[in-house]
């Protein structure tokens, strides 16, 4: 009866990709059904990662993460736990032998967000590889189901795409982190006094972040493509809504992209792959 465990633990990964983001979920099943429950299990790892830096407010958010990196850790080393999303999170690290490297520096941006309000160059870099590009590259593991020569060719693609990703994000979110949780990830920016320079600056970068990341996106193998590119367009088209208001819109409010124009992309998107143009 194993395998009812297994399955289980699978649904509740999907259930936190599905409540906690709609246009990821939705992305996911765009992928290879051999592809969707790992990716979800990688999700679900990750959000309860985040939930607790970000959510847990009334606890001691330290010691929660601590207890839940040693969890992990003892799940992947006993291929078992009775947390259902980190059982499911293990099962999909020995399955595709993700790199427990990948998990140490995710895990360090985590606790880096325990007290770290403002980042230099140094620090941003290595808060968005660990918070971020580890993640593509877990996915990657998973998307190139044992390749490791495909793997390494598309890296440094794969990192592109989770920085692109992260830092849309933190565009987007910069009212709930800056007002709700007094961070500024941005180095050397001011939000007090958000300038429309600074706005572009961050812009270019992450727009080098998207064409560095579509290239990959194109040498994916086939089960994997269709899925992280609808991702790719979802996250470009907010990122374009960004970039065309002003500063103070940013700061004031979440951006985000209507159902309809999601649905659009989906299609669009779906005539691509059909006449293999991605």
Known sequence: MIGLFHSSSEECSQVVTRRYSTSFASAIRMLHRDLRAPICNIYGFVRL?????????????????????????????????????????QRTVNQYGIDHHLIEAFFRSMEMDLSQKKYDNRGYQAYIYGSAEVVGLMCLYVFCEGDRKRYASLESAARSLGAAFQKVNFLRDIKADFNGLSRVYFPGCDFTNFTATDKRKIEADILEDFRAAYAGIQQLPLKARFGVYVAYKYYLSLFKKIRSLEPKRVLESRIRIPNYRKAMIVVRAGVKNQLRLI
Do not use: C, M, R, W
């Open 49 to 89: 990662a985040d939930e607790i830096v970000d959510t847990f407010h009334e606890y001691d958010k330290a010691t929660l993460l601590a207890e839940f990196k040693k969890d992990t850790y003892a799940a992947i080393a006993q291929g078992i736990s009775l947390n259902p999303i980190l059982h499911s999170f």
